[in-house]
């Protein structure tokens, strides 16, 4: 009887033992089959714990990092704060089309918007954020919004944060970027950090630093950036840079989604995109904006048309196959649309 009682409680453990590692495994494939975007690790020091269970989670929130999880929408960043994969950019957005703009976004369940003192919208931003609030029921921290100071500003960094902080007025920035490489830029990203401590700013970033600016940028300053924005199209790729930003665990995010202004007739024209987009009943935008994603490039398009900013955020009941995500790299020709 005894022995068919420890016959019995060892094949229960044996059971408990393999549901466990099989469902460990079932989760890792999933999450390989299901996570099409890109992973990397951060180089952010991590304390060393004597206690498992707690370096066990810090490992899975390591790995989460910079993952886009296409499910939440979001993605985790090296600041430990989660921001939108798309969102709104607000380039030469007047004051109304701005506001009515940021609004037509959260109302059709966007989250990220994106603006800087360069262009002159930071006041219709926050009114939209707060307009739609109120109207829609938002809450404060679902929201996120970035902003930028330029190097005319880094001069006196504290002024043109309190400046932004007044302007958008929305309690706290959830990321500021510098605008540009410039002189006082290390002492102008010093003084965003001690911001970061008061809690007046969440997160830090980084705008047109590419592999030159941020080698000798990083070693100088404390808070790693959690995001770098750049140029980036279909027919400017960046197909070394973003890797290398990437790997160092900071998130890229691409301005000039579309090509620009003045530029989108011929990209959204462009027959290779016409045709993907076709076989997948969408639009070629659509197409642009889901391949950044697949490359773990966060989006913003610009856009004053509700239209498109409800089709912009539309991107996640279709998936590019490796062979489409190919046949656009191979549009690459080193294209910028911009000086910097
Ligand atoms: N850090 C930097 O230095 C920097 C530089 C430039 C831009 N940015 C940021 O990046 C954002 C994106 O760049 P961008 O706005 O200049 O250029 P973009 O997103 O490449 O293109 C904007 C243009 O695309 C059109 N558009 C948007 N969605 C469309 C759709 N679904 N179908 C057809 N056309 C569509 C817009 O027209 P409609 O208005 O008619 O929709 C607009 O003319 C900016 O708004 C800004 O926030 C940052």
Redesign the pocket.
């Given at each position: 009887m005894k022995r068919v009682f420890l016959g019995l409680l060892l094949f229960v453990m044996l059971f408990i033992v393999s549901a466990c590692t099989g469902k460990d495994t079932d989760r890792e494939t999933e999450q390989l089959t299901e996570d099409t975007s890109t992973s990397f690790e951060s180089d952010t020091a991590m304390p060393i714990e004597d206690d498992a269970e707690e370096t066990e989670n810090q490992e899975t929130e390591m790995i989460d990092m910079g993952i886009f999880d296409f499910e939440t929408k979001k993605v985790m960043l090296n600041s430990g704060y989660e921001m939108p994969i798309m969102g709104l950019?607000?380039?030469?957005l007047d004051h109304d089309t701005c506001v009515s703009s940021v609004k037509a976004l959260l109302q059709n369940g966007g989250r990220l918007i994106?603006?800087?003192y360069m262009?002159g919208n930071e006041d219709a931003v926050g009114e939209g954020v707060r307009q739609a609030m109120e109207e829609y029921g938002i809450p404060r921290e679902e929201i996120f919004v970035i902003t930028?100071i330029y190097p005319s500003q880094f001069g006196d960094p504290e002024a043109a944060i309190d400046m932004a902080l007044e302007k958008l007025d929305i309690g706290y920035i959830d990321m500021m970027?510098l605008?540009?490489p410039g002189n006082g830029d290390v002492e102008a990203y010093k003084t965003m950090e001690r911001y970061v401590e008061e809690g007046k700013i969440r997160s830090l970033g980084l705008?047109?630093w590419y592999v030159e600016e941020l080698t000798d940028f990083l070693p100088q300053i404390t808070i790693t950036p959690a995001l770098v924005?750049k140029?980036i199209?279909p027919y400017y790729q960046e197909q070394e840079v973003v890797p290398f930003i990437q790997e160092k665990g900071i998130v890229v995010q691409c301005?000039?989604?579309?090509?620009?202004?003045g530029h989108?007739s011929e990209l959204?024209g462009d027959e290779t995109i016409k045709s993907i987009a076709e076989a997948h009943g969408v639009?070629s935008?659509?197409v642009i904006l889901r391949w950044d994603l697949q490359r773990g490039i966060v989006v913003?398009?610009?856009?004053?048309?509700p239209d498109?900013i409800k089709?912009?955020l539309d991107l996640f009941g279709f998936e590019l196959t490796e062979d489409e995500m190919e046949m656009i790299f191979l549009l690459d020709r080193d294209e910028k649309h911009?000086w910097?």
């Open positions: 950019g607000t380039y030469a994106d603006t800087a262009y930028k970027l605008h540009h705008s047109n924005q140029e199209h301005w000039y989604p579309l090509g620009g202004r989108t959204l639009s935008a659509q913003i398009p610009g856009s004053g048309n498109h089709e912009n911009d910097y």
